[in-house]
């Protein structure tokens, strides 16, 4: 599991670069929402953070790609960009590494491999969201 620095650590949010200060000064809001995990245990969690649509600009993509630090990322529908978050923090206190810190997704209404952990980019993308695998090929 990576342990990111938050004091070294920037968001590519379509080509522009924020830190954790910049994403924190956005408009943040709170959502109850169910972790569903495949491996068959799921958390409802009340996650703070910014909705996607405040955070990035489609400029007309067809999806949002989400990337990880380890590599990992998913490509969501343009329409889930009002209810998606990018999250920095979990019941009240700012996530853990273990929960994707210092920032991670959470889909509401989908499962537990589309809420991307450790999360460095946010960018609009050409690339159709249904295009990839449905699940996680590694």
């Not at 080509?15 to 954790?20: F, K, P, S, T, V």
């Not at 996530?95 to 920032?103: D, E, I, V």
């Amino acid at each position: 599991m990576p342990a990111l620095d938050v004091a070294t650590w920037r968001l590519d949010v379509g080509g522009r670069l924020l830190d954790l200060d910049a994403v924190r000064a956005l408009p943040l809001d709170d959502v109850s929402a169910v972790l569903d995990c495949t491996g068959e245990w799921w958390s409802q969690q009340t996650w703070r953070g910014v909705r996607l649509d405040r955070l990035v600009d489609l400029r007309g993509a067809r999806s949002i790609e989400v990337r990880s630090a380890t590599g990992y990322g998913r490509l969501l529908p343009a329409s889930d960009l009002r209810r998606t978050w990018l999250a920095l923090e979990c019941g009240g206190a700012p996530l853990g590494a273990g929960h994707g810190a210092p920032a991670r997704l959470v889909a509401p209404g989908r499962r537990g491999f589309w809420w991307v952990k450790w999360v460095v980019a946010v960018r609009p993308s050409d690339t159709p969201w249904w295009g990839q695998s449905p699940y996680p090929l590694t």
